[in-house]
């Protein structure tokens, strides 16, 4: 087997130590075999964007595609080019999403714009190793510039909500681009949105200070203090390549990842009277809650938004997310949003009013995350043995092992790639979710210690 360049987002690495030219273009050749035909590339605000990029296409060409460059855009404006242009046989996308900025990464995209499935990544994988030859002088491919990928994208977000009601609700937004990738296509959309927009971080220079580009409480700091002194609508923030999105209340709190998907899965859910939401077994039992109440059903899945969207297609599902911000709404395309996620939450406070309403109408949960070391080797027996002692009780085994309790749940899941063994509980309140939390950390903490393999 050829060895493993794929993780769960792309090829990530440090640039000029693991993520080299060399590596692009080697890449780029294994890609180009792969996908034939023409090919679109695009890359986040990244310093190093532009190297890796031209190493990449260099490799596409040399194999004889035809390379599309879409220049600076968001993941999913990638991924839309490609699912609506057919004679688009693939894309690649230069991204390290929220990871610090001396890291890049490649990321392919399929001809209907989803993630590359994984058996798809192994050929390319392959090809790499094989080191794909070059095509004589007369068949290397060309390289164009395709202008207004950008605008079509917003453009087809505007269709997709109910753009009148938004317009006419004359909402205040303050949007943090995180300097990324979204820092002409976030603003250019609320202004087709009619929201009046205070827009933070959107240099696209890539080395400008800004906040490290994961949009977690701490890192949104100046955006949540700006939301409140604005008495602005909502807090709208993006990652580094804008397929995730996270929220301010109208009160200045900041909105964890599973109450928007909570609440973005009860609007699609009412909206159609009933249908299927699909999210990872890690997902809170409050996104379950909302969407039985509104007459849904949920579907449960392994871990990562490429089975998420998978799983959706499979089921003809109305909607799907993770609790990391990512969410994805089918009526546009099967891969996570951050566009259209912020659209479908203004539509939202345009019909509803407040989101801090919205989001203290959802149930209350509270989880417990926990992180041991769990050498690879002990990982079968360890699993074996908790499905041991949990058999009496109600479980899945979708990812890892969920053990169900009337009040919530524990999820005992080793890591595949890390030797890391993760503990999370849920219920409806902090000390039993603690509880919850510390017994399963000491029976696993035990079994490691006890047993030598
Ligand atoms: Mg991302």
Request: hydrophobic share 35%; charged share 25%.
């Amino acid at each position: 087997m050829a060895k493993r360049l794929f993780g769960t987002n792309g090829v990530r690495g440090i640039i000029n130590e693991d993520m080299t030219s060399e590596l692009g273009l080697r890449l780029g050749k294994a890609i180009g075999e792969f996908f034939g035909g023409s090919v679109a590339i695009a890359s986040d605000t990244r310093v190093s964007g532009d190297m890796i990029k031209s190493a990449v296409s260099a490799g596409l060409m040399a194999v004889g595609c035809r390379v599309l460059d879409l220049g600076t855009i968001p993941t999913p404006a990638i991924q839309y080019f490609v699912k609506t242009h057919d004679h688009v046989s693939g894309g690649v996308m230069i991204t390290a999403s929220h990871n610090p900025p001396e890291f890049n990464g490649i990321k392919c995209i399929a001809a209907d714009g989803t993630e590359l499935h994984r058996s798809d990544e192994e050929q390319i994988e392959r090809k790499y190793e094989e080191d794909v030859p070059c095509k004589p002088w007369s068949e290397v491919g060309t390289r164009d510039e395709v202008l207004g990928a950008a605008d079509s994208y917003v453009d087809a977000i505007v269709s997709l909500v109910d753009s009148e009601k938004i317009r006419s609700a004359n909402l205040v937004a303050v949007l943090d681009c995180a300097n990324g990738a979204s820092y002409y296509t976030a603003p250019l959309l609320l202004s087709k949105l009619n929201v009046r927009a205070i827009t933070i971080n959107a240099n696209p220079q890539g080395e400008f200070p800004g906040h490290p580009s994961e949009p977690t409480e701490e890192n949104l700091a100046t955006l949540i203090e700006i939301t409140k002194y604005a008495n602005a609508n909502i807090g709208i923030a993006h990652d580094g390549d804008a397929d995730r999105t996270v929220f301010i209340t109208d009160q200045g709190k900041f909105v964890s990842g599973d109450k928007s998907l909570a609440l973005m899965a009860e609007m699609a859910v009412s909206k159609k009277g009933g249908g299927k939401v699909v999210t990872p077994v890690s997902s809170s039992s409050m996104v379950e809650d909302v969407v039985v109440r509104a007459g849904g059903e949920v579907i449960y899945t392994a871990v990562g938004s490429p089975v998420v969207a998978r799983k959706m297609i499979d089921t003809d599902a109305i909607f799907g997310g993770e609790e990391n911000g990512g969410l994805i709404f089918p009526e546009q395309q099967y891969c996570r949003d951050g566009a259209m996620t912020a659209a479908k939450m203004l539509e939202y406070i345009a019909k509803n009013g407040s989101l801090q309403d919205g989001i203290d109408s959802l149930p209350a949960y509270f989880t417990d995350k926990r992180k041991l070391e769990c050498p690879a080797e002990k990982r079968e027996a360890l699993m074996e043995h908790l499905k041991g002692i949990n058999a009496s009780r109600r479980t899945d085994s979708t990812d890892g092992l969920k053990i169900i309790y009337p009040d919530g749940w524990a999820l005992l899941r080793p890591s595949g790639t890390e030797q890391i063994f993760r503990i999370y509980s849920e219920a409806k309140d902090a000390e039993t979710a603690e509880k919850r939390g510390a017994y399963y950390e000491d029976i696993v903490k035990d079994f490691l210690k006890t047993r030598k393999t």
